[in-house]
């Protein structure tokens, strides 16, 4: 398998906005009325994982995932395109 570094068809990434005031802040994660209906999603989770810890890999063949990040801290994300009718980069 042969992999090379560029965009991916159908991957989206969004900021988010935070909201602050004096009791604290909040985000939006996601909402209906910004993304397709395909990518609604069915369940949200949240996760912790340790400082110098790696997660993956993890694929899911028939769904759209949502991933939210959080600092503080820098993230670092590999995507690979496993599908059979994906253009090449």
Request: hydrophobic share 40%; charged share 25%.
């Amino acid at each position: 398998m042969e992999f090379s570094k560029g965009p991916i068809e159908g991957v989206k990434v969004t900021a988010f906005r935070k909201f602050v005031d004096e009791r604290g802040w909040l985000t939006e994660i996601f909402r209906h009325d910004e993304m397709e209906a395909e990518f609604h999603p069915a369940m949200a989770y949240v996760s912790v994982t340790l400082p110098m810890v790696l997660r993956g890999p993890h694929e899911h063949v028939d769904q759209a995932d949502l991933f939210c990040w959080f600092g503080p801290g820098n993230f670092k994300v590999t995507l690979w395109d496993n599908r059979k009718d994906s253009p090449p980069t």
